[in-house]
């Protein structure tokens, strides 16, 4: 079975330019997440669908992240305009249950530099 | 507020010692706890978790237990090997959510 892809793995932008990030999640998994990590910071939360639906957006930073995942399977992250502070790295993870069962399945991540 | 804070790394050892990398969190409620670990390379992996108090996840010689009175999840290994270098993340899933709460991350290179 294959595990949650990616693409792409690398990007380099210019600041003002748009970014488009997908995630594949596993088959059958109804749970996508969207994090990121910053600078080497803690990986933070951007966004959970459950199929379709925006379950929870709390961690999105601003209107200029826009995240879909039409047809509930993958999922697409749009940053328009990119800024500096954009950079980092950004993973996506699929789950099928919820609750104290759920374990969450990460990618290898998407890495954004913004010059 | 939901946090977690790790010890700072990089860690370095030498093969077969002893590998403590410490833990705490900060939660309302009683959180399930998780330890995720990145290879070089590679997206992150789920090492191990424990979901109540006392509990003690394990997986490839690495145990963790969930510490209430002192909000702590530490990762222990008796004998680390090369192939352990990666970088090891503790994470928290607060009560009543599905998203996880991460810490800074802590990496760990391990010489021959």
């Known amino acids: 079975e294959a595990g949650v892809t990616q693409f792409p793995s690398h990007s380099v932008i210019e600041k003002g330019q748009t970014v488009t990030l997908r995630c594949d999640p596993i088959s059958g998994h109804d749970n996508l997440y969207w994090y990121r990590r910053v600078m080497g910071k803690e990986i933070k939360f951007l966004l959970h669908?459950?199929?379709?639906?925006?379950?929870?957006e709390s961690g999105m930073p601003n209107n200029r992240f826009l995240a879909e995942r039409t047809g509930g399977t993958y999922s697409t992250l749009k940053v328009q305009p990119a800024e500096l502070e954009d950079s980092g790295v950004y993973f996506c993870?699929?789950?099928?249950?919820?609750?104290?069962?759920?374990?969450?399945?990460f990618g290898p991540g998407t890495r954004l530099l913004v010059l | 507020g939901n946090s977690v804070t790790q010890m700072e790394g990089p860690v370095t050892l030498s093969e077969e010692a002893f590998l403590t990398i410490n833990c705490t969190y900060t939660a309302t409620g009683y959180p399930s706890l998780f330890w995720y670990v990145q290879y070089p390379g590679e997206g992150l992996q789920l090492l191990l978790k424990a979901t109540k108090a006392d509990d003690k996840g394990s997986n490839k010689g690495f145990e963790a237990t969930y510490r209430k009175e002192t909000t702590s999840f530490h990762l222990e290994k008796g004998s680390v090997q090369v192939s352990d270098s990666a970088v090891y993340f503790c994470?928290?899933?607060?009560?009543?959510?599905?998203?996880?709460?991460f810490g800074t991350g802590t990496r760990l290179l391990v010489s021959p």
């Open positions: 669908f459950v199929k379709e639906s925006k379950q929870d």
């Open positions: 993870a699929s789950s099928q249950l919820e609750g104290y069962g759920e374990t969450q399945y």
């Open positions: 994470a928290l899933r607060p009560r009543g959510f599905q998203k996880l709460v």
